[in-house]
Structure formats: structure tokens, C-alpha cells
Nanobody, 124 residues
Framework: QVQLVESGGGLVQAGGSLILSCATS????????MGWFRQAPGKERTFVAA????????YYADSVKDRFTISRDNAKNTVYLQMNTLKPEDTAVYYC?????????????????WGQGTQVTVSL
């Protein structure tokens, strides 16, 4: 089993920055990749970014490319999401997730474990 705990959400003005953290515990040595997803009110959960645990390769949704950066600290078993130039449309609950197998990293149903989510609100 793996436990994920997100932190770092909050209220920020458009154009500002936030960094989200996802601390993992439990059977983390089996992690293949980790991802960040977000869900706005009344909308489906959508992919934001993912990182391969072994070599740190990354993959982003087009909507956040060049603004968000996903990274990991293997020693701390923590994944980060640096979010810059935030826009009101980035407002959502952000979730981190982990998976033990390869596949389509942008598909939420393929992830094995999820955190509880952290709210990010971007105001005008």
C-alpha cells in the first residue's frame, strides 16, 4: 500500500506562483511513475503532469506546458508541482497519484493510489 499526502494549495492572484508537494509513504519502492491531476467544479478530473520515478523524465498536458514543472526527490519520496504564471482557469482541486506499472500516464484510471487533494484558487 502507498499513502499520498498533498500540501501547498491556496489562494493566489493571476500571474502568481504556487508549489504543491506530495509526500509518499508505504511501498514506494514499487513506484513506476507519479502524476498530478486536477478537477474543477462540475468537470472531470484531468491530467496535468507526470514523472517517471526511475529517470525523472516528465510529461505535461498542453495547457500547462512551459508554466508548470513536475519534479521529484527520491530521498524524501516526494513529488512537487511548481506552478508559475497561474491563470483563473487553473483553479481546481489538485491530486497526486502513483502507479506501479507502465501505460498511458494521462489516464487517471490507470493510477493505483491517490491523495486527498489540495485546493488551488486563482483570482483575477
Amino acid at each position: 500500500q502507498v499513502q499520498l499526502v498533498e500540501s501547498g494549495g491556496g489562494l493566489v492572484q493571476a500571474g502568481g506562483s504556487l508549489i504543491l508537494s506530495c509526500a509518499t509513504s508505504g511501498r514506494t519502492f514499487s513506484t513506476y511513475a507519479m502524476g498530478w491531476f486536477r478537477q474543477a467544479p462540475g468537470k472531470e478530473r484531468t491530467f496535468v503532469a507526470a514523472i517517471w520515478w526511475s529517470d525523472g523524465s516528465t510529461y505535461y498536458a498542453d495547457s500547462v506546458k512551459d508554466r508548470f514543472t513536475i519534479s521529484r526527490d527520491n530521498a524524501k519520496n516526494t513529488v512537487y508541482l511548481q506552478m508559475n504564471t497561474l491563470k483563473p482557469e487553473d483553479t481546481a482541486v489538485y491530486y497526486c497519484a502513483s502507479r506501479w506499472h507502465s501505460g498511458s500516464l494521462w489516464i487517471a484510471d490507470e493510477y493505483d493510489y491517490w491523495g486527498q487533494g489540495t485546493q488551488v484558487t486563482v483570482s483575477l
